[in-house]
């Protein structure tokens, strides 16, 4: 289980996605932060912390490309969400170095499942 706490940070304009997302961490106790692409792309380092973290981009928005910017100045997981699921959309994330592609819902219903698989990845390493 998790013995520290866990930090989602969220790009996103989709209010009700946000909203379940919010709802979801709120019930285990998960940190969520959100920040815009200007955030990013000043390199303000709003994605670093003391806490394990995440990065969460809504590909919905043509946020595709704004993984190269997060890696350059972060080595977090980072993964893409979707309203509907493609497998195009899954294999151009992959290529521009997204670790994973979920649907929002599906991200949403397993959020807990998919931190504790962070924290225990990152306890082996």
Do not use: W
């Not at 009700?16 to 019930?27: H, P, Q, S, V, W």
Request: charged share 25%; with cysteine.
């Amino acid at each position: 289980m998790l013995k520290e706490q866990f930090n989602i940070n969220v790009l996103s304009n989709d209010a009700i996605f946000c909203t379940r997302l919010a709802t979801e961490c709120n019930k285990f106790g998960f940190l969520l932060s959100f920040f815009d692409k200007k955030d990013v792309l000043n390199q303000d380092g709003i994605l670093y912390g003391n806490f394990l973290s995440v990065a969460i981009i809504d590909l919905d928005s043509n946020n595709l490309d704004i993984i190269k910017h997060i890696r350059k100045s972060s080595k977090l997981p980072v993964f893409g969400v979707c309203t509907k699921f493609s497998k195009s959309l899954q294999s151009r994330a992959k290529k521009v170095g997204y670790d994973l592609i979920f649907t929002k819902s599906l991200l949403i219903n397993s959020i807990k499942r998919i931190v504790i698989h962070i924290a225990n990845e990152t306890e082996n390493e």
